[in-house]
Nanobody
Framework: VQLQACGGGLVQAGGSLRLSCAAS????????MGWFRQAPGKEREFVAF????????SYADSVKGRFTISRDNAKNMVYLQMNSLKPEDTAVYYC???????????????????WGQGTLVTVSS
């Protein structure tokens, strides 16, 4: 699976951005998808994941109620709508497709085998 993320940019605190991730190469609908982020000097952290059908989603406590993950299996796309952005949301955001054979929790990076190149989100105060 090849993943291409886009939609990052510079936004003021309180603003919104929508990240998109285009997938190609294999049956997209067969994969749980996740969004992670990595701020400078910090480890990569879980943001959200979505099940293969889109019926199940989960979020990090830090983004719950502000971010929404969604997918369109017909278009091989996964999205992250980010509202009420805060300066602490500044990071490179990565989309990822699961390793189907992994038993790691879906909130762990180790669960995911395929990663996009990342898109930078900068939130100014």
């Amino acid at each position: 699976v090849q993943l291409q993320a886009c939609g990052g940019g510079l936004v003021q605190a309180g603003g919104s951005l929508r990240l998109s991730c285009a997938a190609s190469g294999r049956t997209f609908s067969g994969y749980f998808m996740g969004w992670f982020r990595q701020a400078p000097g910090k480890e990569r952290e879980f943001v959200a994941f979505i099940s293969r059908s889109g019926s199940l989603t989960s979020y990090a406590d830090s983004v719950k109620g502000r971010f929404t993950i969604s997918r369109d299996n017909a278009k091989n796309m996964v999205y992250l709508q980010m509202n009420s952005l805060k300066p602490e949301d500044t990071a490179v955001y990565y989309c990822a497709a699961e390793n189907i054979g992994s038993r790691s929790p879906y909130a762990w990076p180790a669960r995911y085998e395929y990663w996009g190149q990342g898109t930078l989100v900068t939130v100014s105060s």
